[in-house]
């Protein structure tokens, strides 16, 4: 598969595309359908793809799997973060209205993006991990 | 109305018993997961069906509509789908190391291994 | 046809083709779960269902081997407790408020039409499965992100064990 030109083509053209509506998704989830575990989710599987074409170590060199842990571990760390933000602020944990002196609701929309990246990020450190831990684990002679 | 209306709700205890008696019934531990995950879906299809309302619309707010379908089991249901495909990679996992252990991941196999140790 | 699929994926002894019906099975779902209205719900079905859980199947078969041993055809202990399972729960069913009316106690309990009516001006966002998500229901969605972090931690310490034949383990330095 890793010599086929037209998939290596095509893998290159799209990937930013779908990292791209990663982001869309994430950010448009306030409006429309969408929101941090569909974009982790789509995010991950921007780089499954690019690691089912060019090879699971290419795929390591560019995200090692340490780097896609890391972001597995970031992901609550910035969700608690955020409770705890608002518990300095003065609410209660995870009151995002308080995140905004002046208006609660702009306050509400900060906390919900953030938690939302949050989640975004926990979900895409989290499939990519899994993927890489399945697929980097050998083959077994049949 | 009197048959319809529970004919989703049959639908859902067809896909649970499918999925209920690969659980049971199979001896190979991929397809025992392949039937917890339609054994999940079934439980999904209940709650948001519990969710619809004839004549609504998706949850998302606009002037244009003013009946729309009960947010609160897609937002369950969202969280429990993921959480899902995670616990059902932590089954497979479990199904690789055990392949990599027993040589084998047929149920009644590894039973007989147990029991000639 | 969902339906259909299901007892396909049960008939069939090839791995690799259960792998794809499961795909096609979590497509066909998230079509049901947008005619239900719930757009969010087949959003995420079919980017995780038909997407990455099929990859993730297909690599655990690319680990164990996609044969099934032959089974036996109809196994009639487990097929009789799934039909008394499921009959018991139809019985059940003729409780169940009728399918997709409007008064049903659902839709009229308080939450629900909090959630609905309040949403637009607490959180200023239109999308209201979003914003219970992540607001009303904040403490859970925390819960289920620590979940699915605690799973990374579990596939992590079993997987990235050293392989028994020494051939390369899926994690050096790790």
């Not at chain 1, 602020?89 to 995870?94: A, C, D, Q």
């Not at chain 2, 896909?15 to 054994?39: D, E, P, R, S, T």
């Not at chain 2, 616990?87 to 590894?110: F, H, M, P, Q, W």
């Not at chain 3, 036996?72 to 009959?87: K, S």
Request: proline residues 3%; aromatic residues 10%; charged residues 10%.
């Amino acid at each position: 598969m890793e010599s086929n030109p037209i998939l290596r083509i095509a893998t290159k053209i799209m990937t930013p595309y779908i990292l791209m509506f990663a982001l869309y998704v994430q950010f448009h989830g306030d409006y429309g359908p969408g929101g941090g575990f569909q974009a982790g989710v789509i995010f991950a599987a921007a780089f499954v793809l690019y690691a089912l074409i060019y090879g699971i170590e290419t795929a390591r060199l560019v995200l090692p799997m340490g780097v896609a842990a890391l972001c597995g571990a970031l992901g609550v760390l910035i969700y608690a973060g955020v409770g705890i933000a608002t518990m300095f602020l003065g609410g209660g944990f995870l009151e995002y209205g308080f995140l905004d002196s002046h208006d609660a609701e702009h306050g509400q929309h900060l906390g919900i993006l953030l938690v939302e990246l949050g989640v975004l990020t926990t979900v895409f450190g989290v499939m990519v991990v899994i993927f890489y831990s399945f697929a980097g684990r050998g083959r077994v002679e049949e | 109305m009197s048959a319809l209306s529970f004919l989703n709700y049959w639908f859902v205890i067809i896909l649970m018993m499918v999925g209920f008696y690969v659980l049971i019934a199979q001896g190979n531990l991929v397809k025992k997961i392949v039937g917890l995950n339609i054994f999940q879906t079934s439980v999904f299809i209940l709650y948001i069906s519990a969710g619809k309302i004839t004549g609504g619309t998706a949850p998302i707010l606009d002037t244009q509509w003013s009946v729309y379908s009960n947010p609160l089991p897609h937002v369950l249901i969202l969280t429990a789908i993921v959480v899902g495909v995670a616990t059902s990679a932590l089954g497979l996992s479990l199904v690789v190391r055990i392949k990599e252990a027993y040589g084998t991941i047929e149920e009644d196999e590894i039973a007989q291994m147990d029991e000639s140790l | 046809m969902l339906a259909v699929t299901a007892l396909i994926v049960v008939r069939t002894q090839n791995l690799f083709a259960v792998a794809m019906l499961t795909g096609i099975y979590s497509l066909l779902s998230a079509t049901f779960f947008t005619l239900l209205d719930a757009v969010d719900v087949a959003f995420t079905e079919a980017a995780v269902g038909a997407g990455v859980s099929t990859v993730l199947m297909l690599g655990t078969l690319s680990l164990v081997g996609h044969r099934q041993k032959k089974q036996r055809t109809v196994q009639i202990v487990p097929l009789l407790i799934v039909t008394v399972t499921g009959l018991i729960l139809m019985y059940g069913t003729l409780d169940i408020p009728p399918f997709g009316e409007a008064d049903n106690p659902i839709h009229l309990h308080e939450t629900t039409v909090h959630y609905l009516e309040e949403s637009s001006h607490e959180t200023g966002m239109p999308n209201v499965v979003t914003s219970v998500l992540a607001s009303y229901r904040g403490y859970d969605t925390m819960g289920e992100t620590t979940v699915i972090f605690t799973a990374m931690v579990g596939v992590l310490l079993l997987m990235s064990g050293r392989k028994k034949d020494g051939t390369g383990g899926a994690d050096d330095g790790e």
